[in-house]
């Protein structure tokens, strides 16, 4: 499941593409398309450019230009990749996958959107305004905030942590691999609940999400390590990378959560 760090990635990807005159758009699967048919689609981007993208939580936005920069009353494609999303950068004779759903050509090269579940998909807003209303209800993205901000946010009211971490209008960019990963290096129980947690759990709390992000982003994906819970989490009989007491899970707010019960005790 794309999160946070996978989406930092697609956004170097789309980097790449910025710039290039954008010479053909195909629509291979209109299923992806959101508020936006090909025909639109095609005719908005066929000429333009992208400008430089930006990314917050999960989404990824990438103004348009006509000229030299974008404007605020140009449109931007806004990308979200769902559970399967993916972007790639690739030569324009490069095999298609199976669900490559949007291509757009600048030269010799395609930028490719790529979705099995088509759960998300793209957007085409018409201006910033647009933009800054679609993205309204998201919280801080988590690789800005601050210690102060994330504390308040949680303690707001009072909820189980796990389910907090990963509402997008609390903070956005967390998924279920990010949270469960924070809570067992910042050694948290994932049933505490927001407004029990001490000054210090909130330091730690945060201190260890902003090291989890830094180290996630630079390789552009959550990583299984084997010194990290991802890398464990998935085994039948899994045990803790750092004490090898067997791994619990169970499912909170309707994911999957897995914990160690004794470095993370309640």
């Known amino acids: 499941m794309p999160e946070l760090p996978d989406v930092e990635g697609f956004r170097r990807v789309l980097r790449r593409a910025a710039g290039k005159p954008i010479e053909h758009v195909e629509v291979l699967d209109a299923g992806v398309l959101r508020g936006v048919d090909a025909a639109e689609l095609r005719d908005a981007l066929t000429g333009t450019a992208f400008a430089t993208p930006r990314r917050h939580g999960k989404w990824l936005i990438g ?20 559970m399967t999303g993916s972007l790639t950068w690739v030569d324009g ?112 709390l945060h201190r260890t999400m902003t090291t989890v992000l830094r180290r996630s982003t630079r390789v552009g994906r959550v990583p299984g390590w084997d010194g990290w819970l991802t890398g464990h989490r998935d085994d039948r009989d899994g045990v803790c990378p750092r004490c090898a007491t067997p791994l619990r899970r169970t499912r909170l707010g309707g994911r999957t959560t897995v914990w160690c019960p004794r470095c993370q005790a309640a």
Do not use: C
Request: charged share 35%; net charge positive; glycine share 10%.
């Open 63 to 82: 103004p348009v230009r006509a000229g030299r920069r974008h404007r605020r009353d140009e449109p931007s494609v806004v990308f979200h990749f769902g």
């Open 93 to 204: 004779d490069t095999e298609r996958h199976p669900h490559d759903r949007v291509v757009i050509g600048s030269g010799t090269r395609e930028l490719r959107y790529r979705d099995l579940r088509k759960l998300q998909g793209i957007r085409l807003v018409p201006d910033d305004d647009g933009v800054s209303s679609l993205l309204r209800d998201l919280g801080p993205d988590a690789a800005r905030i601050g210690t102060a901000e994330l504390g308040a946010r949680l303690a707001r009211r009072q909820r189980t942590l796990k389910p907090a971490l990963t509402d997008q209008a609390v903070v956005a960019g967390l998924g279920n691999l990010l949270a469960d990963e924070i809570l067992w290096q910042a050694r948290v129980h994932p049933r505490r609940g927001t407004r029990d947690l001490t000054d210090i759990d909130r330091r730690r």
